[in-house]
């Protein structure tokens, strides 16, 4: 409170000082686009998209698995969403896709850098890792590793998110052996409470 007192006085004192200087120019400066200048928010809205676009969300989608064929399955999506400012966050969280003989589950760490972010709309790009287990009519399972890369649009101030996203297969699954792991595209939708 102390520290906001004696910031706001001092910004007072400069106005004073400096108002003679900007009325001979024509041109008047409030505090409000002093401290805005100064990269001092008056309305709050680094921290308003702060918080929207953090906290749990949870996720729909769809994904292609071209595996021995391309088949298209549905896709569950939870985790936790931090930003750090209005464009740079992290997120962390499982995936879960199925088919009726084949399922993927996965834990994601992705790093969420939104290149233009607007009070109401935002586009950024993706980039991250996959760990999961998958499993194909119960007979060829493993663990495979994967990176994550693609594209975000948000919009409500960052507390919906619709992804294009790439998942690059790093190696073959671990257990058995399966054909050339192709990558796994995926469009998402997700929200955050």
């Known amino acids: 409170m102390k520290l ?4 706001l006085t001092t910004l007072s004192a400069l106005l004073a000082f400096s108002a003679p200087i900007y009325a001979e120019s024509e041109t008047s400066l409030s505090e409000s686009s002093l401290l805005n200048s100064l990269g001092i928010s008056t309305q709050n809205t680094h921290i308003n998209h702060i918080a929207e676009k953090s906290g749990i969300f949870v996720g729909i989608g769809a994904a292609t698995h071209e595996f021995k064929i ?3 399955s549905g896709t569950l999506l939870l985790g936790y969403t931090q930003f750090f ?4 966050g992290i997120r962390m969280y499982l995936n879960y896709e199925r088919l009726p003989s084949d399922y993927y589950g996965g834990l994601n760490i992705d790093l969420i850098y939104d290149i233009f972010q607007g009070e109401k709309l935002g586009f950024g790009i993706i980039a991250g890792s996959s760990n999961g287990y998958i499993a194909f009519q119960n007979k060829e399972e493993g663990y495979i590793s994967q990176v994550n890369a693609g594209v975000s649009f948000n919009f409500d101030g960052g507390h919906n998110r619709l992804e294009l996203l790439a998942r690059i297969p790093l190696n073959n699954t671990t257990f058995r052996p399966l054909p050339k792991a192709m990558p796994l595209y995926t469009f998402s939708y997700t929200y955050t409470f």
């Open 4 to 7: 906001k007192f004696v910031l």
């Open 70 to 72: 391309t088949k298209v």
């Open 85 to 88: 400012n209005k464009y740079l």
